[in-house]
């Protein structure tokens, strides 16, 4: 394999003007820059991209750090990380922590090894002491959707509180008496702002106590499994709020088993607005978050805290929106 010694003997120059070349650092005459151009091709020399690095503590790549790569609100959020990024030069690295601290710990250590530029990063078990490591690296990092309370790190999140609320609003708009909750898991931020918006609406209800919850994890299974349970309390059940879309599409299927009709005797609503929620039949009505929105509005925050580090942190709530479909139009 050509090496960055055999560059500088084609082009007749030294081995420190191939390096301020490759590197665009440093003055060199167009006449020796396009020499050595030449004799990259020529030779089909190809840069150590991780020595390069070293050298030049730069990478031009980002990363995403994300808790559940199988479930779709984390691809479509990533799409738009990458389409910006892209747009700008930089590549991006995808974690997938499957909610496992380990994982993300692993992650954040070799991130740093290979000198990421900016992290942007979703997940629940990261904590002050990881993000400070961050921050005596100089990374810079924008926190998303799973927010935490770190204040000197830039977020991005939508009001899951309020979509609680409006889904269980609606749900109580249709006429539905006797609302159930698949809840999210209990450690995790979006889900409890959820389940608290829910909550704010059924807790003055005669019939409302804890045994309307079931609890999942975001998972389709979870919902299934909690709508069965849910059946098998409250036969008289007419209304459910998932903490998300999957779970929406298991209490579908569950209600199906049970011979339970969506929307007539069962209404369900769901959240996130999953490209899939809209395919299912019924389709399910949904609060939207603008998924797309938060994915590039992280990456252009992480693209501006990279160019200035002195950057003041800023916290973006952003709008959810009740999407109506089949399955709580009664
Ligand atoms: O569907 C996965 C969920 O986890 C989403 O609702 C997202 O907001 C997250 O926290």
Same mark, same amino acid.
């Given at each position: 394999m050509a090496t960055i010694r055999d560059v500088a003997k084609e082009a007749g120059v030294s081995v420190a003007t191939v390096s301020r070349v490759i590197n665009k650092k440093g003055y060199v005459n167009e006449e020796t820059r396009d020499r050595v151009h030449r004799a990259i091709k020529e030779i089909g020399y190809k840069p150590n991209v991780i020595a390069r690095s070293l050298s030049i503590r730069k990478s031009n790549t980002i990363a995403l750090v994300v808790p559940a790569i199988n479930n779709p609100f984390f691809p479509e959020l990533a799409r738009a990380?990458?389409?910006?990024?892209?747009?700008?030069?930089?590549?991006?690295?995808?974690?997938?922590?499957?909610? =496992?601290?380990?994982?993300?710990?692993?992650?954040?250590?070799?991130l740093r090894e290979n000198f990421v530029e900016g992290i942007i990063i979703d997940s629940q078990n990261v904590t002050d002491n990881d993000l400070e490591n961050i921050q005596r690296d100089?990374?810079?990092?924008?926190?998303?959707?799973?927010?935490?309370?770190?204040?000197?790190?830039?977020?991005?999140?939508?009001?899951?509180?309020?979509?609680?609320?409006?889904?269980?609003?609606?749900?109580?708009?249709?006429?539905?008496?006797?609302?159930?909750?698949? =809840?999210?898991?209990?450690?995790?931020?979006?889900?409890?702002?959820?389940?608290?918006?829910?909550?704010?609406?059924?807790?003055?209800?005669?019939?409302?106590?804890?045994?309307?919850?079931?609890?999942?994890?975001?998972?389709?299974?979870?919902?299934?499994?909690?709508?069965?349970?849910?059946?098998?309390?409250?036969?008289?059940?007419?209304g459910v709020f998932a903490a998300n879309d999957l779970m929406a599409i298991g209490a579908?299927?569950?209600?199906?088993?049970?011979?339970?009709?969506?929307?007539?005797?069962?209404?369900?609503?769901?959240?996130d607005g999953i490209d899939i929620s809209g395919l299912t039949v019924p389709r399910i009505s949904t609060i939207q978050q603008p998924i797309y929105r938060m994915g590039e509005l992280a990456m252009q925050e992480l693209l501006q805290e990279m160019q200035n580090p002195k950057t003041e942190a800023k916290h973006f709530e952003l709008e959810v929106k009740l999407v109506v479909r089949e399955s709580t139009m009664r």
């Open positions: 990380v990458e389409d910006v990024a892209q747009s700008k030069g930089y590549k991006v690295f995808l974690c997938n922590t499957d909610d =496992r601290r380990d994982r993300l710990v692993g992650y954040l250590e070799s100089s990374i810079p990092a924008i926190m998303i959707d799973r927010t935490l309370s770190n204040q000197s790190f830039s977020s991005i999140s939508v009001n899951n509180h309020f979509g609680g609320q409006l889904a269980t609003d609606h749900l109580l708009q249709v006429g539905c008496q006797r609302i159930g909750h698949l =809840r999210g898991p209990d450690e995790v931020v979006t889900a409890n702002h959820r389940f608290w918006g829910y909550r704010d609406k059924v807790k003055e209800f005669d019939w409302f106590d804890q045994s309307w919850i079931a609890l999942g994890d975001f998972s389709v299974k979870s919902g299934y499994q909690g709508m069965k349970e849910l059946f098998q309390r409250h036969p008289d059940i007419d579908l299927k569950a209600a199906y088993e049970w011979g339970c009709a969506v929307p007539d005797d069962l209404a369900i609503i769901g959240f």
